[in-house]
T-cell receptor, first 115, second 113 residues
Framework: DGGITQSPKYLFRKEGQNVTLSCEQN?????MYWYRQDPGQGLRLIYY???????QKGDIAEGYSVSREKKESFPLTVTSAQKNPTAFYLC??????????????FGDGTRLSIL | RKEVEQDPGPFNVPEGATVAFNCTYSNSASQSFFWYRQDCRKEPKLLMS???SGNEDGRFTAQLNRASQYISLLIRDSKLSDSATYLC??????????????FGTGTRLQVTL
């Protein structure tokens, strides 16, 4: 069945370690996004990509990196430069429609914690 | 002023009640609007898009007021299963770009017996 798959569901990061969160979609969506959700702060956009081999910084890109080598995949790396990585990470995708009125659909998230 | 604002609640209502939430946005160029439902420790799920003329989906009605820059969600005949956090999302949008949404922090609804 079609959807967005994030893995792992839970991830623990040691001090100074980079970790990569996976996001795969088989919806044939053009655009993909990464958000971070902290309690009481809503969703904040980290990075987004409209097309393969292209991506843009969102509102809180520092300490994160992404790649978009395939249409269906948009992995997020949380680097050691991100000092407060504990959060719920959500990947989303959407069609790149006219006037950008396409809603986003979300994967079921990855919870990242510091050891 | 935040770009998108919601009353965090919680709204505690009895089963069968009608409840409404508002969401205000600051950018008058905003072009598309959505309501999402998020259950505790789960991902947001699209509830409905909000169209200029207002739209209804079963017990749920969404409306847009461009003059006052807010959208609303009305839930009639509340069910226990409606208990969740409701997020509004607003897209400034420029033709050809990705759907870059700004989310509110959500309004929590608790429906009780």
């Amino acid at each position: 069945d079609g959807g967005i798959t994030q893995s792992p569901k839970y991830l623990f990061r040691k001090e100074g370690q980079n970790v990569t969160l996976s996001c795969e979609q088989n919806l044939n969506h053009d655009a993909m996004y990464w958000y971070r959700q902290d309690p009481g702060q809503g969703l904040r956009l980290i990075y987004y990509s409209q097309i393969v081999n292209d991506f843009q910084k969102g509102d809180i890109a520092e300490g994160y990196s992404v790649s978009r080598e395939k249409k269906e995949s948009f992995p997020l790396t949380v680097t050691s430069a991100q000092k407060n990585p504990t959060a719920f990470y959500l990947c989303a995708s959407s069609l790149k429609g006219r006037i950008s009125n396409q809603p986003q659909h979300f994967g079921d998230g990855t919870r990242l914690s510091i050891l | 002023r935040k770009e998108v604002e919601q009353d965090p609640g919680p709204f505690n209502v009895p089963e069968g009640a009608t409840v409404a939430f508002n969401c205000t946005y600051s950018n008058s160029a905003s072009q598309s609007f959505f309501w999402y439902r998020q259950d505790c420790r789960k991902e947001p799920k699209l509830l409905m898009s909000v169209y200029s003329s207002g739209n209804e989906d079963g017990r749920f009605t969404a409306q847009l007021n461009r003059a006052s820059q807010y959208i609303s969600l009305l839930i009639r005949d509340s069910k226990l299963s409606d208990s969740a956090t409701y997020l509004c999302a607003v897209n400034i949008g420029v033709t050809g770009t990705a759907s870059k949404l700004t989310f509110g922090t959500g309004t929590r609804l608790q429906v009780t017996l």
